[in-house]
């Protein structure tokens, strides 16, 4: 599977983006999907991830303000991003699995997109 990442941008203290991560083939309901971000100097961490069956887990730094979805006919996975702040500010990849279920271990997921950049101004 290809994967496709974008939505990402410029925005202030307290306000909203959603990234989208479109995929290619036709079996995108069969994997599980995974947001992580990678802030500058630092490791890559995991966001949240989503199920085949729509599960979901979210890490607890964004718990509450952050929400994975999957749009299985649209084969594209979301992240709706609220209440941002600037520890926010990393590049999002959106990453898939050859299985149904939830992990937050990045070496877990064989596929990845290329990146989108989200900064969030104080």
């Known amino acids: 599977v290809q994967l496709q990442a974008c939505g990402g941008g410029l925005v202030q203290a307290g306000g909203s983006l959603t990234l989208s991560c479109a995929a290619s083939?036709?079996?995108?309901?069969?994997?599980?999907m995974g947001w992580f971000r990678q802030a500058p100097g630092k490791e890559r961490g995991f966001v949240a991830a989503i199920s085949r069956n729509g599960g979901t887990y979210t890490a607890e730094s964004v718990k509450g303000r952050f929400t994975i979805s999957r749009d299985n006919g649209k084969n594209t996975a979301y992240l709706q991003m609220s209440s941002l702040k600037p520890e926010d500010t990393a590049v999002y990849y959106c990453?898939?699995?050859?299985?149904?279920?939830?992990?937050?271990?990045?070496?877990?997921?064989?596929?990845w997109g290329q990146g989108t950049l989200v900064t969030v101004s104080s």
């Open positions: 990453a898939a699995r050859d299985s149904s279920g939830i992990t937050t271990l990045n070496r877990q997921y064989g596929y």
């Open positions: 083939g036709r079996t995108f309901s069969s994997y599980g």
